[in-house]
């Protein structure tokens, strides 16, 4: 009973955590003078993303056996996957969600005494609500390319190998110059006044960074507790630790980047939401691959080469969406139908 109020704990701890990280990181964004949109493929994604990569760092790099090095191989693959379907699909769901309830309060204030409830109360989400989607489609094929070459290293071995992960690095500096060069500038909106100094239009530099740095390391904790409570509460239920580390855990190590898009979506700032995922996805196909090249001799089982591409096939469907101007709530909540692929492939490999 204690690990499931511990796992509740935890979840509305992050969830609360991410509120004042995405209220601090957008002030940040001002202060660096970075545009909208590189807050979230950047800070944001770079703050969200750091514990998993140190949990890869640590397990790759301090790791003394091979269940050790094969958890960061496993975090290394896990986040893309849960990034690119439970988080874009979660995504799509809470945009449904939110237009539903604008909609429906818009038509309790129109419709007339007694008449009928008009049907076009509020906008329906759609392509205008997600931002620069050009922008988006080509940030997923970067990604994609990355990601097979990531895959197809998996499948081999030779003597250079470690040494490609510096590639990988390199990647994600090209990326990271080419965000910040491109994300210049204030675009205008208007911030709501930072938590810690709520009376101040604009908040002083030391609480900006006090509570961007305060939220990341509540953050960080929480997510590992939370991963600790699932791997108790696996057997509780009778789940094999594999089906726990595979299926359960990538989830909760990605829960701060979910809950970012919650509270982005919530608060009307969808391209936000989709410029952290995508920005996440970045950082997790290099820096953590880089380190697993590196370090171990990255060679990849049944599981690990399903959930490579369950992860491609992820990206396609969204590439394909984009290009055919079918990129919409709905269409983008299918993206979660893919982890179920996952799950129910898993089956036959751990059986």
């Not at 979840?11 to 807050?39: H, P, Q, T």
């Not at 110059?177 to 210049?184: K, L, M």
Request: proline share 5%.
């Amino acid at each position: 009973m204690w690990h499931f109020v511990a796992l509740i704990a935890c979840a509305v701890a992050i969830y609360f955590s991410c509120e004042w990280f995405v209220n601090a990181v957008e002030w940040l964004g001002k202060r660096l003078d970075v545009g909208r949109i590189a807050v979230g493929t950047i800070l944001a994604a770079f703050g969200t993303a750091l514990p998993e990569s140190v949990v890869t760092f640590v397990a790759v790099v301090f790791g003394h056996d091979t269940a050790s090095k094969d958890i960061g191989i496993g975090a290394a693959m896990g986040g893309p996957l849960a990034l690119s379907t439970v988080a874009y699909g979660v995504t799509g769901v809470m945009v449904l969600l939110v237009y539903r309830r604008v909609r429906a309060r818009s038509a309790r204030v129109t419709a007339p005494v007694g008449g009928p409830v008009p049907g076009d109360a509020a906008p329906r989400p759609t392509r205008d609500n997600f931002g620069d989607l050009r922008k988006l489609a080509r940030d997923q094929r970067w990604f994609l390319v990355i990601f097979v070459v990531k895959v197809g290293l998996g499948l081999v071995a030779f003597a250079v190998k470690p040494w490609l992960g510096l590639a990988f690095f390199a990647a994600y500096a090209v990326y990271f110059w080419r965000e910040i060069r491109a994300g210049g500038g204030d675009d205008g909106d208007e911030l709501d006044p930072l938590l810690l100094q709520r009376r101040r239009p604009v908040p002083a530099t030391w609480a900006v960074v006090a509570q961007t740095l305060g939220t990341l390391a509540i953050i960080f904790v929480a997510s590992q507790l939370f991963v600790r409570q699932l791997d108790a509460i696996g057997p509780m239920l009778g789940l094999p630790a594999a089906v726990t580390a595979l299926l359960l855990s990538p989830i909760a190590t990605e829960l701060p980047e979910i809950m970012n898009a919650i509270i982005w979506v919530r608060q009307g700032k969808t391209p936000l939401a989709l410029a952290n995922i995508s920005g996440a996805m970045m950082i997790q196909a290099t820096v953590p691959s880089g380190l697993g090249l590196l370090f171990t001799p990255w060679l990849f089982d049944s599981a690990l080469l399903l959930s490579g591409i369950v992860t491609i096939a992820a990206i396609v469907f969204l590439l394909i969406l984009l290009r055919t101007g079918r990129f919409t709530a709905r269409t983008l909540a299918l993206s979660a139908l893919f982890y179920l692929v996952f799950a129910i492939g898993l089956v036959p490999i751990l059986s």
